[in-house]
């Protein structure tokens, strides 16, 4: 089992920044590709980005593109996903994303652990 947990939302204005972190416990080490999506109130979960293992592949949805940064950190079994220049369309629930696999790009079924969430709301 692997365990995600989901830190660093919160209400900002338009323009500013947030980190998200994603702690992950449990069967870490064979734990692949990580995916960050959200979902906003009345719409389906939507992909936002994912990054491989080893940090060689990333990639973003056109919203986010230029905006947002996936890294992690595997040593301290983190992933981030810094946002910047915060839009009010941003507003969401984020939810971090585990992948046994080597690699998962956008596909949400490819997923098999998920978090629990956290709320980020940006005010115009």
Known sequence: QVQLVESGGGLVQAGGSLRLSCAVSGRT???GSMGWFRQSPGKKR???AAISRSSSTI???DSVQGRFIISRDNAKNTVYL???TLKPE???VYYCAAHMGPWSGQRESDY???GQGT?????S
């Open 29 to 31: 080490f064979s734990t």
């Open 46 to 48: 939507q992909f936002v």
């Open 59 to 61: 990639t973003y949805a």
């Open 82 to 84: 810094q946002m910047n």
């Open 90 to 92: 941003d507003t969401a």
């Open 112 to 114: 098999e652990y998920w």
């Open 119 to 123: 709320q980020v709301t940006v005010s």
